[in-house]
DNA sequence: TTTTGAGTTGTTCGA
DNA sequence: GTCGAACAACTCAAA
């Protein structure tokens, strides 16, 4: 095929011009480039975008126009399957090339290799590149040549090859689409924004799109980066990089993180250990997509096959309780309406909310973490599985089986103030610290002082927690060996 | 092949 | 109040 000097530029979850390399190889080698998105959730199969995810996904499309425009271009978006699409697409164009930027999620990872065989086949020049991650899941292995199972060693192995990595890529100045207008759907039309209005939360805490993903990690590698190896542990505090739901949708990249802290680390030595810190943070999500590279069935599936015989008790009421934040446990309804109203949680609170429901209430770990999945704006396969699987105990490297969070003594430690509970619990926000975070224990007097009445205004605990504690380490104990 | 050291994020108990 | 040990072995990764 003639080579036209027209190419599509394929976006997925690389929704940035920066450090962007099929976007840079598209301007390198076309005169005129298409900027494709196409609509496909049923190619996510089961795991398709959930409400935040989408609601995410329009605003960050929105701003990805905007900013392509300003540089002479514009997104084309289209709906249908990616296959069909792009082959209408180089069709109706005469685009001859096709450049992409790869996904990792099992379902995206068979379906991309079947694309690209057919546009070859096509005969289209396709190329894809890595936008997503530090290192790709396959060129990391032990000395034996299996995938690691082990934080520690995989991310010694990754560190040491850090500092061979290239750095960011430019942006691209211009952009230039050709001179027939190509047809596309108005962004509306994908139906991605909520019919209710639930978003003014997510308005409130968020400003998705390269711009506000840029702005965040300039504002946390000035700030909070050199206070993290603590503050991150912080839920009443802005001390984490708030950078997670930006990284998913690939607004920003791991490399422009990576620039960022040493940058930081340059103008400020003694913030060494904490950016290091965070930069172990973004080991764990090249950890999490090593794991669902090596591991495709984990979604869904222990890692640690013991775990098919664990005694879960699924309850359609306790699921309820959890999800609407009316537990009992005031630090895991503050995390849970947390992310109802923003569509993040904080980590730390992530970590309690659902050692609280895997073990204390023994429910299936997938339920929770589909629920994350409908409602975080970070939602990430990878991430949202390896979580989920560490803190039930069945995946890499997981929690051992005795660690069970307290979440009277979390919030001892990491919400001392109570400013966390008080912002997220306003019919608890008149109980003095001393009780606030175990109002259950309170005198009788001092609830009604608080305007507190325990089973109407705000629910009693729904489960004992030193009894449903032993009983979660006697099913551990059913399943070892 | 065998050995060795080590393993994100905790809680509870008893001194 | 603070502190160290116990909690349970097991598996991983490298020497």
């Known amino acids: 095929m003639n080579d036209t000097g027209t190419a599509i530029a394929w976006f997925r979850r690389d929704l940035r011009l920066t450090d962007n390399p099929a976007l840079s190889a598209a301007c390198e080698h076309a005169r005129n480039v298409i900027a494709l998105y196409v609509h496909a959730p049923e190619e996510d199969g089961e795991w398709a975008p959930g409400g935040a995810s989408r609601w995410w996904l329009h605003h960050s499309l929105a701003r990805l126009d905007e900013s392509l425009r300003v540089r002479g271009g514009r997104l084309t978006i289209r709906r249908g399957t990616s296959l069909e699409t792009l082959l209408a697409v180089a069709r109706e164009t005469g685009a001859t090339r096709v450049y992409w930027n790869r996904l990792y999620d099992p379902a995206r990872v068979a379906h991309d290799t079947q694309v690209k065989a057919a546009l070859r086949e096509a005969g289209l020049h396709c190329e894809s590149f890595n936008a997503a ?10 000395g ?14 990754c560190a040491a090859r850090l500092d061979a990595l290239p750095r960011p890529l430019p942006t691209p100045d211009r952009i230039a689409a050709p001179p027939a207008i190509v047809a596309s ?17 997510l308005h409130e805490a968020w400003m998705p799109g390269e711009a506000g993903a840029l702005a965040q990690l300039e504002s946390f590698a000035s700030g909070a980066m050199a206070r993290y190896s603590d503050g ?6 802005p001390e984490t990089s708030r950078l997670s739901p930006y990284l998913h949708f690939g607004e920003v990249g791991p490399r422009q993180c990576l620039a960022a802290a040493r940058n930081a680390v340059a103008e400020r030595p003694s913030s060494r250990g904490s950016a290091d810190s965070f930069v172990r943070e973004l080991g764990w999500r090249e950890f999490a997509h090593h794991l669902l590279h090596h591991f495709p069935q984990t979604p869904t599936a222990p890692l640690d096959t013991r775990f098919d015989a664990f005694p879960w008790d699924p309850n359609d009421a306790w699921l309820e309780a959890w999800q609407r934040g009316r537990t009992g446990y005031p630090i895991v309804d503050a995390g849970m309406r947390e992310l109802w109203h923003t569509g993040w949680m904080h980590n730390r609170v992530r970590m309690i909310a659902a050692s609280l429901f895997t073990k204390n209430l023994r429910q299936p770990w997938l339920k929770g973490a589909q629920w994350f999945w409908d409602t975080l704006v ?3 396969l990878a991430n949202n599985t390896l979580g989920w699987q560490w803190t039930a105990g069945c995946g890499a490297d ?11 003594l979390q919030t001892e430690r990491f919400d001392p103030e109570r400013v966390y509970l008080r912002r997220w619990l306003p019919e608890l926000a008149r109980l003095p610290d001393k009780w606030i975070h175990c109002p259950w224990d309170a005198p009788a007097a001092v609830l009604a002082e608080a305007g507190v009445e325990l089973g109407r205004t705000y629910p009693r605990p729904i489960i004992d927690f030193r009894a449903s504690r032993e ?9 070892k060996r």
Do not use: C, M
Request: glycine residues 4%.
């Open 232 to 237: 991150r542990n912080r839920p009443d505090l």
């Open 471 to 479: 009983a979660a380490l006697a099913a551990y104990g059913s399943i």
């Open 185 to 201: 759907l108005a962004l509306d039309e994908l139906e991605l924004r909520p019919r209710i209005r639930w978003d003014a939360g």
């Open 398 to 408: 997981a929690a051992p089986f005795f660690r069970i969070f307290n979440p009277v």
């Open 133 to 142: 991650l530090l290192h790709e899941p396959w060129e990391v292995r032990t």
């Open 144 to 157: 034996q040549g299996v995938p690691y199972r082990v934080f520690t060693p995989f991310w010694k192995a």
């Open 378 to 380: 970070d939602a990430d």
